[in-house]
């Protein structure tokens, strides 16, 4: 198996004796690229690591073409929380609250709020989006609850984050067929959960993947599949925002470019991305010409 670093990195695993898959993410420089990018409160800087990781946990098992989000929006102390994953590894997010945020921050608690699993191909028009239901305080027992209800099969999800590093664990009972000998081991499931307690939080952003596994597993027959490499990412590009921009339609583009002095600059929220345009590049977008045109990469 390739050797990866402990960090930024997402195992897939099978507890063969219980019938159990699982999948375990460790983020260290790419979330502090995610955190580094504002100012947040302590308690929504926690609440989008673990939202980061769990949008990358839930790319472990499914078949991903384009990326994965979790957003949360509500009328309260915390107005948007944003994590997505990409087929490719590639991570961003970013949070926005208004003061004072509650402490602690809990989901429940929030006024209005709603939070979507988006998964699909934006690019293709291919996408799926299912609610989780936010009658939990914590981010982990939400989607346990979201996956009890959409797949009918149990899980646990373990979210911590740090300061340097944030974590998770997933797992995932399998179907009676899944696993040696799961059909008959009635107990498997409850085992499985009272090794899963033991985890502490420190334990998970610090003790190199490979060895929490088998710490914590040794005695069910874990498998560990090839592991893939994670990074900050960003999926802005020039073409996107072409698109945003020819979307506000012609009297608003001219607005924005009197307001600014015959130029537009647009900014991207995930990696301050700059991407400038003049009124010549104006009158290309409006015309319908920019996306063939214009290279779809930063300026």
Same mark, same amino acid.
């Given at each position: 198996?390739?050797?990866?670093? =402990?960090?930024?990195?997402?195992? +897939? ?8 898959? &699982? ?26 690591? *673990? =939202? ?14 384009? @990326? ?21 590894? +590639? ?7 208004? %003061?004072?945020?509650?402490?602690p921050l809990e989901l429940d608690a929030l ?10 191909? !934006?690019?293709? &028009? ?6 989780? %239901? ?15 209800? /959409? ?8 979210? !911590? ?10 797992? $995932? ?7 040696? &000998? ?8 409850? +085992? ?14 610090? /003790? ?34 072409? =698109?945003?921009?020819? /979307?506000?339609?012609?009297? *608003?583009? *001219? ?7 015959d130029e537009i600059e647009v900014i991207c ?11 010549? %590049?104006? @009158? ?14 930063? $300026?």
């Amino acid at each position: 198996m390739e050797t990866l670093p =402990a960090d930024d990195v997402l195992y +897939r695993f099978l507890l063969e004796r219980a019938g159990v898959r &699982g999948v375990l993410v460790r983020l260290g420089p790419a979330w502090r690229e995610v955190a580094g990018r504002a100012d947040y409160p302590s308690a929504v800087r926690a609440l989008l690591g *673990e =939202a980061l990781v769990a949008s990358a946990l839930l790319t472990g098992n499914i078949k991903l073409d384009g @990326g994965l989000s979790l957003e949360l929006k509500s009328i309260g102390g915390l107005r948007l929380l944003f994590a997505e994953c990409t087929d490719q590894g +590639r991570l961003r997010g970013l949070a926005r609250w208004a %003061d004072p945020v509650p402490e602690p921050l809990e989901l429940d608690a929030l006024p209005d709020a709603i939070m979507a699993i988006t998964i699909g191909n !934006v690019e293709r &028009g291919q996408r799926y989006q299912g609610l989780v %239901d936010l009658q939990h305080a914590r981010l982990a027992d939400a989607l346990e609850s979201y996956f009890a209800q /959409s797949e009918q099969l149990p899980a646990r999800i373990v979210l !911590v984050a740090g300061g340097d590093r944030a974590g998770g664990l997933i797992l $995932q009972k399998l179907p009676d067929e899944g696993g040696r &000998g799961a059909a008959q081991d009635d107990d498997a499931w409850g +085992r499985i959960m009272h090794l899963t307690a033991t985890l502490g939080a420190a334990e998970l952003l610090d /003790s190199a993947p490979e060895q929490l596994l088998y710490r914590l597993y040794h005695e069910e027959s874990v498998r560990l599949f090839e592991p893939r490499p994670l990074s900050f990412g960003c999926s802005c590009s020039r073409g996107r925002v072409t =698109a945003m921009l020819r /979307s506000l339609g012609r009297d *608003e583009v *001219e607005a924005a470019l009197a307001a600014h002095g015959d130029e537009i600059e647009v900014i991207c929220e995930f990696c301050a991305q700059r991407y400038c345009f003049d009124r010549v %590049d104006a @009158g290309h977008l409006l015309s319908g010409n920019a996306v063939s045109g214009a290279p779809d990469t930063p $300026q």
